[in-house]
T-cell receptor, first 113, second 113 residues
């Protein structure tokens, strides 16, 4: 699986959009981009995933560049409860290798009042 | 609501003890995973399984073994616990094919004294 690079930490004002970047320059054509977040003392929670088109759900939006070498997770109106560690991973679609992905250190997002 | 359940939230064991960490999922997922999480090191994959009685080593399998006798249950075994195995242990599952994400358990914080 391709590796990802994320900033160590970011701050965001409550009510503003939080934009979390991720670089995955070695991503291959059949690898998807996934985002998870982990609130202190809990297991990571799935947020969103995409292949090459932008995606949106009730939690967030995912913007993937045309060359697929980077992506941005957008929390449109950050709240204090969005303070967490955010992980960007890439993962192949397939049977044998279905799911073995590496989680790096992620980005610690702190939403401030 | 679908779930991954880890048997213990907190566990304290003595050095040299044999320790069993249990994980059960109710989603009929083919894949199951064990990670450990340590400050500054992110999530590291210990073992995973893509079918009953099948297992694959992850990045840090030394000192651990696993058992998957039933599809819904994946056990992590510390044959002889050591203090450097003090950590947060996270279990996850995912379907075998397609683009689905992981579902994580809440974690077991193991302290070896």
């Amino acid at each position: 699986d391709a590796k990802t690079t994320q900033p160590t930490s970011m701050d965001c004002a409550e009510g503003r959009a939080a934009n979390l970047p991720c670089n995955h320059s070695t991503i291959s054509g059949n690898e998807y981009v996934y985002w998870y977040r982990q609130i202190h003392s809990q297991g990571p929670q799935y947020i969103i995933h995409g292949l090459k088109n932008n995606e949106t759900n009730e939690m967030a939006s995912l913007i993937i560049t045309e060359d697929r070498k980077s992506s941005t997770l957008i929390l449109p109106h950050a709240t204090l409860r969005d303070t967490a560690v955010y992980y960007c991973i890439v993962r192949e679609r397939g049977y044998i290798n279905a799911g073995k992905s590496t989680f790096g250190d992620g980005t610690t997002l702190t939403v401030k009042p | 609501d679908v779930k991954v359940t880890q048997s213990s939230r907190y566990l304290v064991k003595r050095t040299g003890e044999k320790v069993f960490l249990e994980c059960v999922q109710d989603m009929d997922h083919e894949n199951m995973f064990w990670y450990r999480q340590d400050p500054g090191l992110g999530l590291r994959l210990i073992y995973f399984s893509y079918d009953v009685k099948m297992k694959e080593k992850g990045d840090i399998p030394e000192g651990y073994s696993v058992s998957r006798e039933k599809k819904e249950r994946f056990s992590l075994i510390l044959e002889s616990a050591s203090t450097n195995q003090t950590s947060m242990y996270l279990c996850a599952s995912s379907p075998g094919t397609g683009v689905y994400g992981y579902t994580f358990g809440s974690g077991t914080r193991l302290t070896v004294v």
